[in-house]
């Protein structure tokens, strides 16, 4: 037990002062992000060059304002979207490795984007897919990829009810996605084929400042979303049967969590490809940082400790003192699957989320 | 009259139907009903649908056909959030939620009170803290849900229910898995708020015994009807014994309020003894399968013979496969409370032994096949 009143003052003291603490370390990730790289940056350059790029040496302000921005800016969407689109499946499937990558979600919304961008090549001649049209077809066909997948699974969990048997079945599906895109390839364009290999290799490096105008208003969408579906998510933490008993109306609640998650999961499997783990683990810290499990706290809370996990993550990839980079997805998985591990172990003892 | 009557069954089929599948029915022409301010028990063997009308009455499931009434209206005339308003659910679902506290879990009941995000307001957190009170987890308000006991996670379970501050409260199996001791606090708990909140409570349950003496309204389900009255004249008119028509051993007995397990009869025995000592002696002889044919207080006369006497235990089983051997069947016993103990006679038999205990070992021996 917490002790509640600490020097007489309140607990909310407390309450905010957990998310300001994240929100400092948030900054500074970031500003160590934007600082590190093949080419350093130091704290004194960055800082001016982000409020004045036009007196800042224009060298260091094309790569904060060309790259270095755009990708802390990525992470942090991903972060916040990955996490907060794992903590909703993880209360409505009531299972504590439900994420968007283990139940097939991604691999839904890459299906999309692989019928989008094979299919393209015939009927957008000439189209860039780096256009900002070209981004917002990308970031559609994530969505509805993500969001049949997402029907698809929770079909086969009210039938199955197992939890486990339902995440098989989320890995099967998911294999079987991979098999079909597979297939489309092998009969796609040679053009349209490229597009699509050097999409699959997205990291969060990729996303133009075109497709930023995409992702950021997307992801704040699906953000938003899970902000007004927090009620919802509490009333699931006791089952769909106790949600039903308290007055809940389950079509919209799941019609609200279900699009968050899409469009969550699916803009960002759209901008840089597969991310795997983050989504599943940050509820977790979140749960054990703030000690609770109500969605009005967890929401912000995981979205904040989400955007510092990933640009954390990034640091690490980015390998201070080497010249080269490691992919985010290996950075996250090498990271994640501990962590994993532990959480099924604590599982054991604790029962569910 | 329609005031008091919060819940009622006319000709409710209850059961499963999808759009593929035939309609499964699990019972049908259920007319039942629950007052205001009472305590309903709803009893029968398993499988024989309870939980699937409990589900019903909640509104998880459709009635199949038939009216269904909540308060003074039909069922389906209530929107979800406006039927959480008048009955709340408890399952035999087990809640583990990590870092979530008593409060916060109550706090959960408030859901169709509050606004779309789900703040509390003031007068949200009295009713709030009442419903804790009401269950006594004064105290636990600030515990994890996942790390208290059975009996006080149920008790939270029941002050979440408390705080949907519904007229109805159905509950299934609010007792299953608990020791006595948990089982009659929330038995307890469940009454006093039938008396002083007038609510109405239904619960489903297999202890006939608390059933019998708390209830005022009881539910049999048997396996062809649902039989509905007050406790004492289901028990009377002997509904019980068609409680579990597959095993006619079982006997409901009226004056004790239970079931026994009724024995094959071994024999007869006279006893002799008085005071508690006699009380205690007869439970025992029962246990064994003897039939107490005369009661007396008074010591009787105990008919001479020549049998071989046995004075000291254990027996031993030389001498008990000589009594075996002569064919001796204790079906008619005579027991006699004496200054040294308790002696047994029976024809061509004669035991003198210090305790209770060692009485029944003797007539266990007595009763036993012999060891090959």
Redesign the interface.
């Given at each position: 037990m917490r002790s509640r009143k600490f020097l007489g003052m309140h607990v909310r003291f407390w309450r905010e002062a957990e998310i300001i603490l994240l929100l400092v370390l948030l900054c500074v990730f970031f500003l160590l992000d934007l600082m590190s790289g093949s080419v350093p940056v130091s704290l004194s350059q960055s800082i001016p060059a982000l409020f004045h790029p036009s007196a800042a040496d224009p060298t260091i302000a094309s790569i904060l304002y060309q790259f270095r921005l755009p990708k802390a800016l990525t992470a942090v969407m991903a972060g916040a979207a990955l996490s907060v689109a794992g903590l909703q499946m993880q209360t409505i499937f009531r299972n504590p490795v439900a994420g968007p990558d283990i139940l097939g979600i991604s691999s839904g919304s890459s299906l999309g984007v692989a019928i989008f961008v094979l299919s393209a090549g015939w009927i957008f001649k000439g189209m860039s897919l780096f256009s900002l049209a070209g981004s917002w077809g990308i970031v559609l066909a994530a969505w509805l990829g993500a969001g049949a997948m997402m029907v698809l699974v929770v079909l086969l969990a009210a039938r199955l009810r197992d939890l486990m048997t339902v995440l098989i079945l989320g890995i099967l599906i998911s294999s079987a996605i991979l098999a079909v895109v597979g297939v489309l390839q092998y009969f796609s364009s040679e053009s349209s084929l490229k597009s699509f290999i050097v999409w699959t290799m997205g990291s969060l490096g990729s996303t133009t400042r075109d497709q930023l105008w995409v992702l950021v208003p997307a992801v704040m969408t699906g953000l938003l979303l899970a902000f007004l579906s927090s009620k919802f998510l509490d009333a699931f933490l006791l089952g769909e049967n106790y949600a039903k008993s308290m007055g809940m109306n389950l079509r919209v609640a799941y019609l609200l969590t279900f699009a968050s998650t899409s469009i969550l999961a699916g803009s960002i499997t759209a901008f840089c490809g597969p991310i795997g783990f983050v989504g599943i683990i940050v509820p977790h810290l979140a749960r054990k940082y703030f000690h609770s499990s109500l969605h009005s706290r967890l929401i912000p809370g995981t979205m904040v400790l989400g955007a510092v996990v990933m640009l954390a993550g990034d640091l690490i990839s980015q390998l201070p003192g080497y010249e080269m980079t490691l992919p985010i997805n290996s950075v996250t998985s090498l990271l994640g699957i501990p962590l994993v591990i532990w959480i099924i172990f604590q599982n054991k003892k604790m029962g569910a989320i | 009259m329609v005031e008091d009557r919060y819940l009622f069954c006319k000709g409710l089929s209850i059961g499963y139907q999808d759009r593929i599948t035939p309609s499964v029915v699990v019972k049908s022409n259920l007319t039942i009903r629950a007052l205001r301010g009472e305590m309903v028990a709803l009893l029968g063997g398993n499988g024989v649908g309870k939980s699937t009308l409990l589900r019903t009455l909640?509104?998880?499931q459709l009635p199949l056909s038939g009216e269904l009434w909540i308060h003074n209206k039909p069922a389906a005339e209530y929107?979800?959030?406006?039927?959480?308003?008048e009955?709340?659910?408890v399952?035999t679902?087990?809640?583990?939620?990590?870092?979530?506290t008593v409060r916060?879990?109550v706090g959960?009941?408030r859901?169709?009170y509050?606004n779309?995000?789900?703040?509390l307001n003031e007068k949200d957190r009295e009713i709030i803290s009442k419903a804790i009170r009401d269950v006594g987890l004064s105290g636990y308000e600030?515990?994890q849900v996942?790390r208290i006991s059975d009996g006080e996670r149920q008790r939270a379970m029941i002050a979440r229910a408390l705080a949907?501050d519904t007229r109805i409260l159905v509950l299934d199996e609010p007792t299953a898995f608990l020791d006595i001791s948990n089982k009659y606090e929330i038995v307890r708990i469940l009454h006093q708020l039938v008396k002083e909140q007038g609510k109405c409570i239904i619960f489903s349950t297999h202890d006939l015994h608390t059933a019998l003496s708390m209830a005022d309204r009881i539910w049999l389900m048997l396996d062809g009807e649902v039989v509905e009255g007050i406790p004492e004249e289901i028990a009377e008119k002997g509904y019980f014994d068609s409680l579990f028509p597959g095993n006619p051993q079982l006997k409901f007995d009226v004056d004790k309020g239970d079931f026994t397990f009724s024995k094959n009869r071994t024999g007869t025995v006279r006893l002799s003894a008085s005071g508690s000592t006699r009380r205690m002696a007869v439970k025992a002889l029962e246990r064994l399968g003897f039939e107490i044919v005369e009661e007396e207080t008074d010591r009787i006369a105990i008919p001479k013979n020549t049998a071989p006497k046995i004075t000291n235990l254990p027996v031993d089983s030389a001498l008990l496969s000589k009594i075996l051997s002569n064919d001796l069947q204790p079906v008619e016993m005579n027991v006699t409370q004496t200054e040294q103990g308790w002696s047994l006679h029976l024809p061509g038999f004669t035991a003198e032994v210090e305790t209770l205990e060692e009485l029944c070992r003797t007539i266990k021996l007595l009763t036993l096949p012999q060891e090959s």
């Amino acid at each position: 037990m917490r002790s509640r009143k600490f020097l007489g003052m309140h607990v909310r003291f407390w309450r905010e002062a957990e998310i300001i603490l994240l929100l400092v370390l948030l900054c500074v990730f970031f500003l160590l992000d934007l600082m590190s790289g093949s080419v350093p940056v130091s704290l004194s350059q960055s800082i001016p060059a982000l409020f004045h790029p036009s007196a800042a040496d224009p060298t260091i302000a094309s790569i904060l304002y060309q790259f270095r921005l755009p990708k802390a800016l990525t992470a942090v969407m991903a972060g916040a979207a990955l996490s907060v689109a794992g903590l909703q499946m993880q209360t409505i499937f009531r299972n504590p490795v439900a994420g968007p990558d283990i139940l097939g979600i991604s691999s839904g919304s890459s299906l999309g984007v692989a019928i989008f961008v094979l299919s393209a090549g015939w009927i957008f001649k000439g189209m860039s897919l780096f256009s900002l049209a070209g981004s917002w077809g990308i970031v559609l066909a994530a969505w509805l990829g993500a969001g049949a997948m997402m029907v698809l699974v929770v079909l086969l969990a009210a039938r199955l009810r197992d939890l486990m048997t339902v995440l098989i079945l989320g890995i099967l599906i998911s294999s079987a996605i991979l098999a079909v895109v597979g297939v489309l390839q092998y009969f796609s364009s040679e053009s349209s084929l490229k597009s699509f290999i050097v999409w699959t290799m997205g990291s969060l490096g990729s996303t133009t400042r075109d497709q930023l105008w995409v992702l950021v208003p997307a992801v704040m969408t699906g953000l938003l979303l899970a902000f007004l579906s927090s009620k919802f998510l509490d009333a699931f933490l006791l089952g769909e049967n106790y949600a039903k008993s308290m007055g809940m109306n389950l079509r919209v609640a799941y019609l609200l969590t279900f699009a968050s998650t899409s469009i969550l999961a699916g803009s960002i499997t759209a901008f840089c490809g597969p991310i795997g783990f983050v989504g599943i683990i940050v509820p977790h810290l979140a749960r054990k940082y703030f000690h609770s499990s109500l969605h009005s706290r967890l929401i912000p809370g995981t979205m904040v400790l989400g955007a510092v996990v990933m640009l954390a993550g990034d640091l690490i990839s980015q390998l201070p003192g080497y010249e080269m980079t490691l992919p985010i997805n290996s950075v996250t998985s090498l990271l994640g699957i501990p962590l994993v591990i532990w959480i099924i172990f604590q599982n054991k003892k604790m029962g569910a989320i | 009259m329609v005031e008091d009557r919060y819940l009622f069954c006319k000709g409710l089929s209850i059961g499963y139907q999808d759009r593929i599948t035939p309609s499964v029915v699990v019972k049908s022409n259920l007319t039942i009903r629950a007052l205001r301010g009472e305590m309903v028990a709803l009893l029968g063997g398993n499988g024989v649908g309870k939980s699937t009308l409990l589900r019903t009455l909640a509104g998880f499931q459709l009635p199949l056909s038939g009216e269904l009434w909540i308060h003074n209206k039909p069922a389906a005339e209530y929107r979800a959030d406006e039927l959480a308003r008048e009955m709340s659910f408890v399952s035999t679902e087990v809640v583990r939620v990590a870092h979530l506290t008593v409060r916060e879990l109550v706090g959960l009941g408030r859901y169709p009170y509050t606004n779309w995000f789900g703040e509390l307001n003031e007068k949200d957190r009295e009713i709030i803290s009442k419903a804790i009170r009401d269950v006594g987890l004064s105290g636990y308000e600030d515990r994890q849900v996942s790390r208290i006991s059975d009996g006080e996670r149920q008790r939270a379970m029941i002050a979440r229910a408390l705080a949907q501050d519904t007229r109805i409260l159905v509950l299934d199996e609010p007792t299953a898995f608990l020791d006595i001791s948990n089982k009659y606090e929330i038995v307890r708990i469940l009454h006093q708020l039938v008396k002083e909140q007038g609510k109405c409570i239904i619960f489903s349950t297999h202890d006939l015994h608390t059933a019998l003496s708390m209830a005022d309204r009881i539910w049999l389900m048997l396996d062809g009807e649902v039989v509905e009255g007050i406790p004492e004249e289901i028990a009377e008119k002997g509904y019980f014994d068609s409680l579990f028509p597959g095993n006619p051993q079982l006997k409901f007995d009226v004056d004790k309020g239970d079931f026994t397990f009724s024995k094959n009869r071994t024999g007869t025995v006279r006893l002799s003894a008085s005071g508690s000592t006699r009380r205690m002696a007869v439970k025992a002889l029962e246990r064994l399968g003897f039939e107490i044919v005369e009661e007396e207080t008074d010591r009787i006369a105990i008919p001479k013979n020549t049998a071989p006497k046995i004075t000291n235990l254990p027996v031993d089983s030389a001498l008990l496969s000589k009594i075996l051997s002569n064919d001796l069947q204790p079906v008619e016993m005579n027991v006699t409370q004496t200054e040294q103990g308790w002696s047994l006679h029976l024809p061509g038999f004669t035991a003198e032994v210090e305790t209770l205990e060692e009485l029944c070992r003797t007539i266990k021996l007595l009763t036993l096949p012999q060891e090959s």
